[in-house]
């Protein structure tokens, strides 16, 4: 599941606040051999809320396009990847499929039964291990569903999806899994194309923005994404919600009793650990960002995990507290590639939490296990949840 060691990067990102302020600035011309000049390799990291906010809001003096090298080679051309004015004409097409209207629908058709049919394996047993019998198959699972799969062919999209997301790590697998998927995928949309159904690939198929409709490319690209942009993060941010409630237990009972905290214990747990600590964008121009110099062509870092714990924005950043002041997290990031699927993301987590509430009365941690540890240095979760119930 591509999870690291690491454990807890935090202090480190306490330390690079203190030193650097909003914008460390590194020589790492040394990583690329002894031979190699200083000055040849300088990387910017926004570290504070401010620095990574102001980068995020401007798609002019910061490219996505860097995305493409080694993304697009698996994923297709996507949206992750564009920039003004190919980004809006493509997000105005792609945001179709996600109305309030659909969303409403997906929750209590798809979402609800797919978290349920995971439960029901498990509600008999009075233990659990959460990640691997909920948490890490139910959003892939959802998008299978969304995307119309046949039921047959679940545990290949599974499989495959879970190749797909390791490019970062072995890019021959994901991309022997890019192949199987088009393979998957494809007859799906032809079909769709010969006769809409009530799936997402249907609703692509006849998004329309001024004219401009989805190539069949598009929409396998978009379906591809989908993978890792939903089913991952979601199921690493789920996870991660899980085990703040679940440490502690005064918030987790006050969020069973009253169901209306769901929605700002998600905001809480997206802050406290998002699921995907770094993204990066490429400088267009000399510019500055929070003051400090940066020049056209210079790879910019952005530290999601240290912005959401800016001590400059919330007092003791490292604590879960689902009542703290509301104040808007960078999880989904924000600007013109704020993430698309949030509103996905935030309705599958609260009506998982609703059922596992409703479902297993006095959910608690296993005891006699092991604590759960958040670990990871790019994408965070906990390899496990021992929890018993009832």
């Not at 995307?147 to 999209?157: I, K, M, R, T, V």
Request: hydrophobic share 45%; glycine share 6%; proline share 7%.
């Amino acid at each position: 599941m591509g999870l690291t060691v690491v454990e807890n990067p935090y202090p480190e990102f306490i330390a690079q606040r203190a030193e650097h302020g909003d914008l460390m600035v590194e020589d790492l011309s040394s990583l690329m051999g002894e031979d190699t000049p200083a000055g040849t390799l300088i990387v910017y990291t926004a570290v504070s809320y401010d620095a990574v906010f102001e980068v995020l809001r401007d798609g002019r003096r910061f490219s996505s396009s860097g995305y493409a090298e080694v993304m697009e080679p698996v994923m297709g051309r996507t949206i992750l990847q564009m920039d003004a004015p190919e980004h809006h004409a493509y997000r105005g097409l792609i945001s179709q499929a996600f109305t309030r209207k659909a969303m409403q629908a997906w929750e209590t058709e798809l979402i609800r039964p797919v978290v349920d049919r995971a439960i029901d394996a498990f509600a008999g047993a009075g233990r659990a291990e959460l990640v691997r019998q909920l948490t890490f198959p139910f959003p892939v699972n959802v998008i299978a569903e969304l995307l119309g799969l046949p039921g047959e062919q679940l545990g290949l999209f599974h499989r495959l999806a879970v190749e797909l997301i390791s490019v970062e790590t072995d890019m021959d697998a994901a991309s022997r899994a890019s192949a199987a998927l088009a393979e998957v995928l494809g007859p799906l949309i032809d079909g769709r194309r010969a006769s809409l159904g009530r799936d997402l690939v249907s609703v692509l198929i006849q998004a329309d923005n001024d004219g401009q409709h989805l190539t069949d490319d598009e929409i396998l690209a978009f379906c591809r994404l989908l993978l890792p942009a939903g089913a991952e993060t979601t199921y690493r941010s789920l996870s991660n919600l899980l085990v703040g409630l679940l440490t502690n237990p005064e918030q987790l009972d006050a969020v069973r009793n009253d169901r209306s905290l769901i929605p700002q214990a998600i905001d809480e747990g997206l802050r406290w650990e998002c699921p995907l600590l770094t993204i990066f964008r490429t400088a267009t121009e000399d510019t500055e960002v929070c003051g400090v110099p940066v020049p056209a062509g210079a790879a910019v870092v952005l530290n999601l995990g240290s912005a959401n714990h800016d001590e400059r924005r919330w007092e003791q950043p490292e604590r879960f507290d689902i009542f703290r002041p509301s104040l808007p997290s960078l999880a989904f990031a924000s600007g013109p590639h704020t993430c698309l699927g949030m509103h996905l993301a935030r309705a599958e987590t609260r009506v998982a939490l609703e059922r596992l509430f409703d479902r297993l009365p006095a959910l608690r941690l296993d005891p006699e296990a092991e604590p759960p540890v958040i670990t990871g240095r790019t994408f965070r979760s906990p390899i496990e949840i021992p929890v018993l119930f009832g």
